[in-house]
């Protein structure tokens, strides 16, 4: 059974930075997605970023240069460097994974809208 389980969010001030971790088990997909979706109250499910499995990395227009998704297969560990961060960026972060999706010709990652598994989720908050 696959466990995700987040890490690393908390309230900071505009500007600033967090780190989110992930540390995932269970999961036995040599080819696979990992990657961040956020929630803001009212709001619409937000993909952030992904990963594939050999570390190429996919952003959402809204968030590229101030995140960076990565990993750590050593620890099955996932993060998102979060930097000059904004009011707008406050949301419930959630991890999510799910296997490579296929296009006929080859392996991708989309952002993690509907990803199969996802975890408990991590606050973000951020104040102006």
């Known amino acids: 059974q696959v466990q995700l389980v987040e890490s690393g969010g908390g309230s900071v001030q505009s500007g600033g930075s967090l780190r989110l971790s992930c540390v995932a088990s269970g999961y036995t997909h040599s080819s696979y997605c990992m990657g961040w979706f956020r929630q803001a109250p009212g709001k619409k499910r937000e993909g952030v970023a992904a990963i594939d499995s050999d570390g190429s990395p996919v952003y959402a227009d809204s968030v590229k240069g101030r995140f960076t998704i990565s990993q750590d297969n050593a620890k099955n560990t996932l993060y998102l460097q979060m930097n000059s961060l904004k009011p707008e960026d406050t949301a419930m972060y959630y991890c999510?994974?799910?296997?490579?999706?296929?296009?006929?010709?080859?392996?991708?990652?989309?952002?993690?809208?509907?990803?199969?598994?996802r975890g408990q989720g991590t606050q973000v908050t951020v104040s102006s």
């Open positions: 999510a994974a799910d296997p490579s999706y296929y296009s006929g010709d080859y392996y991708y990652c989309p952002l993690p809208n509907d990803y199969n598994y």
